[in-house]
């Protein structure tokens, strides 16, 4: 049997219709990845100890490969970022705004692979189409060194999009199949912390080659590609071998074990992987008051971050700084995208109903320092490089845009339809980014530190009105229905009900 969605708005009937129906199971979401291990672990307890010591033994081998995959899809992606530094702009005989759409273009490609990629990762295994993509990714990375046109290049760019689109969103969906709702914003802000690492990493990895003679044979910018697409291909194998798809089916979890795994994130009450699509659901996505403020707020924020991902060390170079220095002082930004994460998370961890008030605080912190880099002196140019690094610290929000897809939306069809959109965001706003950045307004690059000013106050605004609407929703649930049943929540949830047709769900602020 079906069940017809409800509005966005909670309608008491409607639920009445709902806890009618869960009396028939359907049968697709009894074949669910992990629903046997569930009903086999109804009757049993699960010790502290035993939780602590499960969650471990995924914190040593699925965060890690989270982390290093994310990293290094971020190197390859703002490779070109460093390149610059090496004479690629002068080798392509690139002019004008041909950079801009070189940039762009892989957020053009992540848009259109992002749909099927997002089929394949519900469909089939989620750690080989994550394989095949990091290994098909990779291989674009060291073909761009053959590409010695800008027309080339933007084909392969484009094309290294359409892999790349399985990543982020494929991670973000897995990290609800491993962690329960009060652990994913910690391992989530963890795993995108690889921003950081991979901004410091890479940025290492072209001080280096900085070093080598302008005549080394092959060109400098050529190496970095050969160095980043190489080991990209090579960790596509661990990807594949290594990293299970869910608890049900992880190697290095006993039989036991691996109930408690799923066990722990049924009392997500949002279920795990189903391979039914339900075109109910993906419609609710569509009007989902969570997923529009998401929507918007990713938008908003990926401008900004499709200029510093891009342009940082030009504008960096620009504020007055030499060359072999601007990689350097870059690498203290990528810190502070770590430090700002870890601290996020832990707080998230640690106090209740927290994470959109720590996202608004992080939000504010970096409007104002978009604004001081708007408007203070160029001569202040150590002030404006402060302010520079602080705007790192949107990552933040944006890392808690993503939790909440993955701890507040129910029904795994719903969830992944909401990723998608959210990550349609991503890619428009990333690829209209670069374009904010205009060489005639060198050096002080005023439309682009608007762009960071106006994109963040958005952001600023939408988490707001996140807090507000769940917050009411809640109140509203428990005025009207009473207190949640925990258990009745939870076993919705594995029947892949959405948290509009579950009365027992509660939002997590």
Same mark, same amino acid.
């Given at each position: ?236 194998? !661990?990807? &594949?071998? #290594?990293?299970?798809? =869910? ?6 979890? %006993?039989?036991?074990?691996? /109930? @408690? ?32 403020? !998401?929507? &918007?707020? #990713?938008?908003?924020? =990926? ?6 991902? %891009?342009?940082?060390?030009? /504008? @960096? ?193």
């Amino acid at each position: 049997m079906h069940i017809e969605q409800a509005n966005a708005v909670d309608n008491p009937q409607q639920f009445d219709e709902v806890e009618e129906a869960k009396e028939t199971l359907n049968e697709a979401y009894a074949n669910a990845v992990g629903y046997k291990e569930y009903r086999e672990g109804l009757g049993m307890s699960i010790s502290k100890k035993e939780n602590s010591r499960v969650r471990w033994k995924i914190d040593l081998i699925v965060l890690p490969i989270f982390l290093i995959t994310q990293a290094l899809q971020f190197m390859d992606k703002t490779a070109l970022n460093y390149a610059n530094l090496l004479g690629y702009q002068k080798t392509l005989g690139l002019h004008g705004q041909q950079f801009n759409y070189l940039s762009a273009m892989v957020y053009a490609g992540y848009f259109f692979g992002q749909y099927p990629c997002g089929w394949l990762v519900g469909r089939f295994p989620a750690q080989r189409v994550l394989g095949v993509s990091c290994f098909m990714w990779g291989l674009m990375v060291i073909i761009m060194t053959q590409c010695h046109t800008s027309s080339s290049a933007l084909a392969v760019r484009f094309i290294m999009g359409l892999f790349e689109a399985a990543v982020t969103p494929g991670l973000n969906l897995m990290t609800g199949f491993w962690y329960t709702r009060q652990e994913i914003p910690l391992r989530q802000c963890i795993w995108y912390s690889a921003l950081g690492w991979g901004g410091i990493v890479g940025s290492y990895i072209c001080f280096g080659i900085t070093k080598l003679p302008v005549d080394f044979s092959p060109a400098r910018w050529e190496l970095l590609f050969y160095i980043l697409g190489g080991a990209t291909c090579l960790w596509a194998g !661990v990807i &594949i071998f #290594v990293l299970p798809d =869910a608890p049900s089916s992880a190697f290095f979890l %006993s039989k036991t074990e691996r /109930i @408690i795994g799923i066990k722990r994130v049924a009392g997500n009450e949002t279920g795990v992987k189903t391979k039914t699509f339900n075109k109910k659901q993906a419609m609710v996505a569509l009007y989902d008051p969570k997923a529009i403020l !998401v929507f &918007i707020a #990713v938008f908003a924020a =990926a401008i900004p971050n499709g200029v510093v991902n %891009s342009f940082s060390t030009i /504008i @960096i170079e620009d504020m007055g700084f030499s060359k072999t220095k601007t990689t350097e002082l870059k690498s203290v930004g990528d810190a502070v995208v770590i430090v700002a994460l870890v601290i996020g998370g832990t707080i998230t961890l640690n106090i209740p109903n927290s994470r959109l008030l720590t996202a608004t605080a992080a939000n504010i912190l970096c409007t104002v320092a978009a604004a001081c880099m708007a408007y203070l002196p160029r001569e202040q140019k150590w002030q404006r490089l402060a302010c520079f690094w602080l705007v790192n610290a949107q990552s933040v929000g944006f890392t808690i845009s993503l939790v909440t897809i993955s701890s507040n939306m129910a029904g795994y069809t719903h969830r992944a339809m909401a990723n998608a959109l959210v990550f349609t965001a991503y890619c428009w706003g990333n690829f209209a980014g670069p374009f904010v950045v205009k060489p005639s307004q060198a050096p002080e690059y005023k439309g682009a530190t608007t762009g960071l000013l106006v994109g963040y106050a958005i952001k600023a605004g939408c988490h707001i009105a996140l807090f507000v609407y769940m917050f009411m929703v809640n109140r509203r649930r428990d005025s009207v229905y009473g207190p949640a049943d925990k258990a009745r929540s939870d076993e919705a949830g594995m029947q892949d009900y959405t948290e509009f047709e579950n009365k027992d769900f509660r939002y997590v602020l």
